[in-house]
């Protein structure tokens, strides 16, 4: 799992185009522009599939810029024939008319007019299906604030190019903005005709185009007995859009101060339960059971479903088998609320801000429990990012409310400062920078599987990663070696202790599954993310010398290769030759002579885990028990349980150790991994198979017990394979 997969990193500026900062003199005539947009038209027609996926314009943030954050009123209108190549044109807007259909790719491509009659070619991206700008409709007349004009290829072919969704608005007809010529007045007259257009839209299930017919209807209403149920129609409508701030507030406006507005609060709960404000939406559920006392079988079910999501976010009670259960690669979205409580923000010694624990918590306890903020259903790692992405932006546009979550995250190094007005209304929309979002996705994002149970098992095609935003398990900062672990059911992510924690104590987490060894695994964290990592295990490890480091890591490359043709367990594996064998043991001992006693007395040896577990698996095949228990302990060892006996005779060890000892007394820098889990197991069958009947249940319950804290929830520690 990764927070992100290769989080970019902001390159060098693209080389500048000749014609930079100049209005070009040779571009296509009105009527080269028409002719071609016309057979790229044809062309899509001809070859995509109605409905289908839209690819999406994935941000480069060496490119970026800021979004607009000035109302079109503020700026200076200018003609398309002023615009410069290559130019970000500040301060200035354009008002222009629609003159074609848009041709649909991963923008929306259409021709423009101005009202000097000039024309050119305009490639609005990043709206979501929501908005009627992601169609551009022919007729429609749009303002784009503080324009930016491209070169699309060819020499004479130029576009005015909207990355920010903001950047463009939509303009009523009857705004007093647009210019005289390009005015059309209103298609329809009165409020009355607007509801009706907008029900005919409801009915073709255009909804967008329902939404802006019945807020030009409200437009002409005064009373508000009349408007009250044109609100109700555009909540309803925003519902189904998923655009949940709007549903409550028209669901709100549309009371009438009689019994019957439990109709309203009924709307008001359901949005507020789509914007996962379970406390809210239960107070407007009790509202409207009031109201209607006899309750109508649907609020008296959505009532019930609001409790059980206030119970979880208050108890952190999960059935997490039956969400697992539940799960298939169609329903990967868990109704259930996120149990936070015993987690808090504050600043941390190690970067801006933290998570911290509000009290005492033991190991494989839960640390806290959160549903995504957003996941797109998308486990194709090809489109993962993208999906996410487009989500962000899409939920930001329509749910300006989310930006107090989302936009707090922190974007990473922007070429620009954020202006403090990202997530704000301007021009009735919200302001929505996609280098900022795409800069918080790329620093902030998981990876997940559809199951971190299933992902531990052999057999799990673990290449299908969903990516998603976690907002608050964002805020937790990186370590090597962290005091707790995450697991994903679906869209959950359960994070649980994996030894003793204090209260008030800085949680962690690991970013990536980390790199043996500690020069490259901090490259790792300085290319992705911006920081060095400062915790036990790399400040501990940073005290060995250049040369034992470059020795351990030439002994580890050798071994490595060595043992790369030589699988002792799996596809490939045969039972390994006793040279073999030997020659990996040497190998092994000689590393493990490089990592010296007063650096890595207590401190994990993650160089010697993958050569303990190959010789493991080696000699397990051979039924050599007692090598099993000598070698699984090393791995247990080598992972930092410094607990674990490093003296393997068992008849020593059966009065007083204790396996599931190692996560709470092994100290705060030790590394809990499946690999861990897998080591007891084999410990637990090798003290079987040497008689060791009780040392053997007790390394299967520990066992049992860290599997719980790699998947969550499960204990069934044989899905691990053989
Ligand atoms: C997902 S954010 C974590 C929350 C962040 N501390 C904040 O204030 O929003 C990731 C960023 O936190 C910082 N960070 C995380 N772990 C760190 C660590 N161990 N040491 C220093 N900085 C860290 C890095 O700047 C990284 O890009």
Redesign the pocket.
């Given at each position: 799992m990764a927070v992100s997969a290769k989080p970019k990193t902001i390159s060098s500026a693209p080389q500048k185009n000749s014609l930079a900062g100049t209005i070009p003199t040779k571009k296509l005539t009105k009527e080269q522009l028409f002719k071609i947009h016309a057979e790229h038209i044809k062309q899509q027609n001809a070859t995509q599939t109605p409905n289908g996926p839209r690819p999406v314009k994935q941000p480069n943030l060496a490119e970026a810029y800021p979004a607009s954050t000035k109302s079109i009123r503020d700026l200076e209108i200018i003609p398309l024939s002023d615009l410069s190549v290559e130019t970000h044109h500040r301060g200035k807007g354009l008002i222009v008319k629609v003159v074609s259909p848009p041709y649909l790719g991963a923008g929306a491509v259409s021709i423009v007019e101005d009202h000097w009659g000039n024309v050119d070619k305009l490639a609005i991206y990043n709206q979501g299906d929501s908005a009627i700008l992601s169609g551009v409709p022919e007729g429609c007349i749009v303002a784009i604030k503080e324009p930016y004009y491209v070169q699309n290829g060819a020499d004479n072919d130029f576009m005015i190019c909207v990355d920010h969704p903001s950047d463009v608005i939509l303009l009523r007809f009857i705004d007093s903005i647009i210019p005289e010529p390009l005015r059309l007045g209103p298609l329809l007259k009165s409020a009355g005709e607007w509801t009706t257009a907008g029900d005919q839209a409801f009915l073709q299930r255009d909804f967008p185009t329902a939404v802006f017919c019945y807020t030009e209807a409200l437009e002409g209403l005064e009373d508000h007995s009349a408007k009250a149920p044109v609100y109700t129609k555009r909540a309803g409508v925003n519902l189904l859009l998923g655009r949940y701030d709007a549903a409550k507030a028209d669901a709100l406006a549309s009371r009438i101060g009689a019994s019957t507005d439990w109709k309203a609060y009924y709307n008001a709960g359901r949005a507020a339960y789509g914007l996962c404000e379970y406390a809210t939406s239960k107070s407007y559920f009790e509202e409207a059971l009031k109201l209607n006392d006899k309750g109508t079988a649907n609020v008296q079910k959505e009532y019930e479903r609001v409790l059980a999501r206030v119970e979880e976010e208050e108890t952190g009670n999960y059935d997490f088998a039956a969400m697992h259960a539940s799960l298939s690669p169609t329903s990967v979205h868990i109704d259930a609320g996120s149990f936070l409580r015993n987690t808090r923000v504050a600043d941390?010694g190690?970067?801006?801000?933290?998570l911290f624990a509000t009290r005492p918590l033991k190991a494989g306890d839960l640390v806290y429990v959160e549903k995504a903020t957003l996941m797109p259903n998308q486990y194709d790692p090809a489109r993962a990012s993208a999906a996410l992405y487009s989500l962000m932006v899409r939920q930001l546009c329509d749910n300006p409310s989310l930006a107090d979550t989302m936009l707090k995250?922190?974007p990473?190094q922007l070429p620009y400062d954020l202006t403090g007005a990202e997530g704000s209304m301007v021009d009735g929309v919200p302001v929505v920078d996609v280098f900022v979002v795409e800069g918080i996705r790329t620093?902030?994002c998981f990876s997940s599987p559809l199951s971190t149970y299933d992902d531990t098992k052999p057999t799990y095609n673990s290449v299908c990663m969903a990516k998603g935003l976690w907002a608050h398990s964002?805020?937790?900062?990186?370590?090597c070696v962290p005091n707790t672990m995450r697991s994903f059911v679906g869209d959950m992510l359960i994070c649980r202790a994996t030894r003793d924690v204090q209260e008030g104590e800085e949680l962690f987490q690991q970013y990536v599954p980390v790199k043996t060894l500690v020069d490259v695994r901090n490259k790792e964290f300085e290319e992705g993310?911006?920081?060095e990592?400062?915790c036990g295990l790399c400040e501990g490890e940073r005290k060995s010398s250049e040369e034992r480091l470059k020795k351990r890591k030439e002994a580890m490359l050798a071994l490595e290769k060595f043992l790369d043709k030589k699988p002792s367990t799996g596809k490939g594996a045969t039972i390994v030759p006793d040279a073999t064998i030997r020659t990996v043991d040497k190998m092994m001992r000689q590393l493990e002579d490089l990592h010296e006693t007063e650096v890595y007395e207590s401190l994990p040896r993650l160089t010697l885990v993958y050569p303990c577990n190959w010789l493991v698996d080696a000699y397990r095949a051979k039924k050599q028990w007692a090598k099993v228990v000598k070698y699984s302990l090393k791995v247990l060892r080598n992972f930092g349980f410094n607990t674990a006996p490093r003296d393997e005779d068992p008849a020593k060890l059966t009065a007083d150790w204790d396996p599931r000892e190692i996560y709470t007394r092994s100290g705060e820098v030790s590394l809990m991994a499946v690999h861990v889990v897998a080591s007891l197991r084999r410990l637990a069958e090798a003290y079987a198979a040497l008689g060791h009947k009780e040392l053997a249940e007790r390394c299967g319950e520990a066992a049992k017990f860290g599997y719980t804290m790699v998947t969550g929830f499960s204990e069934d520690v044989d899905a691990l394979g053989q």
């Open positions: 941390s190690f970067h801006g801000r933290g995250l922190y990473g620093k902030n964002s805020l937790m900062n990186h370590s993310w911006g920081f990592c400062r």
